[in-house]
Every structure is written in C-alpha cells, then in structure tokens.
C-alpha cells in the first residue's frame, strides 16, 4: 500500500530519510507561559477608556448583579497539533516534512441550560518547502493537486481522511536562530487563524453579533493580518470585530520592559481589574485597549500570575479611537467574565486558575476531534 511519504518523494523528486518522527507539543512542563503576540507598544499618553481611573477597581458588586442574562453568547477556540513527519532532500538541500491537526470550534449558549457546539472544523494538513514545487510554474495549483492525489491514496480512504491542505514554508536562507521546523509550524498556525476569522465573519454575517451577544474569544485579537493602506480589509475587521472580545489565560506581564505593572497586576486583589490602557500592534496595523482581572485566589495559585487573565478589545469607532473603549463596557465585560469562571477543572489541567469553564468546554470539543498522534504518524 503506497504512503503518503512516497507519494511526496514522486511529485517532488525529493528523497525522505525516515527520520524520528515526533509531535512538537507532547511535551509540556509547568511553567509561567507567555502569550504568542507581545509586539505591541504601548501610548502613555492615552488612556485605553473614557474614564480617568489610576488604580484597580473592583467589580465583584457588578458581577453579583447579573442575573440570567450573560453578555457572552458565543466562545471561539483555536489549537493545533504539529508533527515532525520526517525529513526530504530537494535541490541537495535537507527540509523537514510538518504534519499538522488544526481544530477550530465555536459554541453557542442560548441559555443557560443549553450550551451545543454551532460550528465544529478539523482539518489534516502538511507543510512542505516551496522549492517542493520543481518546475516553480504555479505553486498553488501544484500544492492543491498533490493534496488531491494524497486524499486518493487507499490507506487514506481506509480510514475516511482528508488533508484539507498541502501548505508551504519558505525555504530560502535562515536567520539566525531560525529553524525551517518554526516556518511549517508558522504555516499551520496561520491556518488555524484563518480558520477562527471566517467564524467570526459568519457570525458577523448573519447579525448574530450584536451589544446583547458577544463573542469570547480564547486567546489574543492581535492575528488580524491587514496591509498598510487595505482599507477594505480594516473596515471589514472593524465590522466583525465590535463584539469580540479576547481572553488571554497567559500574557506578558512587563511590555516593553515595564515592571513596575507587573508588580501592580501580581498583586491585583480578587475581582478586581487594572486600569484599561491603549496600545499599537504593527503587524494588524491596528488600536487595542486592554485589561487586566483577578479571578481566583492567590491562596490557591501556583504562580503570582496564575488566576490573572487579560483582556483585550480592538478600538473600532473614531470615538474609541479618540478617547479608549466606555469603561461602562470595560466593565460589563469584566464583570461577566468574573461570572464565567467556575466551575473548573480542578487537577487535570494546569492552567485550571486562568480557565473561564465555557472557554474550557470549547477547548474540549477542539480536542475530542483529533485523531491521536500514533494513528497520524502512522498514516505518513
């Protein structure tokens, strides 16, 4: 039964190596994790909401107050798995063959009795180096069709797979302390994105995002790739974006270098929240406000950040460009993140004190849709 790694070697007249194969992500240790996107400057000079707060406020009185009517309706997650498939020689250089699992979900909650799944994606993909394509006449036609002939392999059909995708990395010169293995991995994240942005741009479609129906978000808003002078693809994030709201579970707590706000969020009370404060992303060529919320005890924590998540809004009006979001919405929006947080998984996962248990739920569907990593090893 032919495998998917003698196709590649037929389509690219390449030579794989049956290298050790391995997944990227098998391996985690405790530790204090920072968020991915942390190239953002901050404006000393603004404020990231209306009102002129200088120290932390407590919301724990504002969160008592809801009752039955949470301003979340909709939670997005995003994750993926990366493998080490094995290695190629083309053009008498050495490349890595990256496998990848994408899952993307999307709950609803219409009620709060009902909470069901309203979009459900996995996706199989590989990365391959773009000198895969020998001839270099039409990369993308060749990438699509070599996907086409993988999914026609018997052992693929076998098991009713699909690769959704064969993706490719640059394979031009290194950098320093670059490796070829962070490119595929970077190739199937940006996957992963742009599977979590045409969510949100279906939701945002159908008017399901609206001030009584907000959407949270797992993770950092900061992935919007939008060219400089795109100002279609800037007006069409500024629509889909006005109610969505991003929860990091980590984050770094000293951007651009500021440690004396790190102490300040360390020793955040519970319930309460910092100040909201305004800052610049250059590769999204956008404005961001964010936050920072104690939901746990620190009696209970393992680390000064554990228990602390931040929060963060694209500033999507002229308004807000002018004067930071309306803290009324800063904190509505940390009050019923505040009433998300229990019950949680106590035990079985390390992060449990930043978990907001339907961000926890979604990350579970995510994740019961994966094949395991023997079973997709083995398909190579």
């Known amino acids: 039964m032919e495998k998917i790694l003698n196709l590649l070697e037929e389509e690219t007249g390449g030579k794989c190596y049956t290298s050790y194969q391995y997944c990227f992500d ?18 000393p000079k603004r404020q990231g909401e209306t009102d002129n707060i200088k120290t932390i406020k407590c919301l724990s009185d504002k969160a008592f107050q809801i009752e039955g009517k949470p301003l ?24 890595p063959i990256i496998g990848g699992q994408i899952g993307v979900a999307c709950c609803e909650r219409k009620s709060p009795s009902t909470f069901k799944q309203a979009v459900l994606e996995h996706n199989l993909v590989i990365a391959l180096p773009n000198e895969a394509d020998k001839d270099g006449r039409n990369s993308e036609n060749f990438f699509a069709s070599m996907a086409k002939k993988i999914n026609s392999l018997p052992k693929i059909k076998k098991f009713n797979l ?6 490719s990395y640059r394979s031009s010169k290194l950098e320093e302390n670059e490796k070829y293995e962070d490119r595929g991995t970077a190739r199937v994240q940006d996957e992963m994105i742009e599977s979590e942005k045409r969510i949100v741009n279906e939701l945002a479609k159908k008017h399901l995002l609206n001030p009584d129906s907000y959407l949270l978000k797992d993770g950092s808003l900061q992935y919007q790739k939008t060219g400089i002078g795109d100002f279609r693809e800037l007006s069409k994030f500024k629509s889909n974006y006005q ?41 999204t060529q956008h404005w961001f406000s964010g936050w920072y919320v104690r939901i746990r005890e620190t009696i209970y924590t393992e680390s000064p950040f554990s228990g602390i998540l931040k929060i963060e809004k ?7 460009f002018d004067e930071g979001l309306n803290s009324d919405e800063v904190d509505l929006i940390t009050a019923n993140i ?29 994740k019961s849709q994966y094949i395991s990593d023997l079973h997709f090893l083995n398909l190579f």
């Not at 694209?314 to 807000?320: F, G, T």
Request: glycine fraction near 4%; charged fraction near 30%.
């Open 162 to 167: 699909n690769f959704s995708k064969v993706l």
């Open 338 to 366: 505040i009433n998300e947080r229990n019950p949680v998984a106590y035990g079985s996962d390390i992060r449990w004190a930043n978990h907001l248990y339907p961000v926890y739920l979604t990350e579970q569907c995510v």
């Open 26 to 43: 098998a391996t985690k240790n405790p530790s204090i994790r920072y968020e991915e996107n942390q190239d953002y400057k901050l404006d």
């Open 314 to 320: 694209a500033l999507v009006s002229e308004r807000e």
């Open 243 to 283: 109610c969505v709201v991003g929860v990091s579970k980590s984050f770094n707590p000293a951007p651009d270098g500021e440690t004396k706000n790190a102490s300040v969020i360390a020793k955040l009370p519970l319930y309460y929240r910092t100040p909201a404060f305004r800052y610049y992303v250059e590769r």
């Open 72 to 95: 979340f309706k909709y939670f997005l997650d995003g994750s993926r798995r990366v493998y080490k498939v094995d290695d190629i020689e083309i053009n008498k250089k050495v490349f």
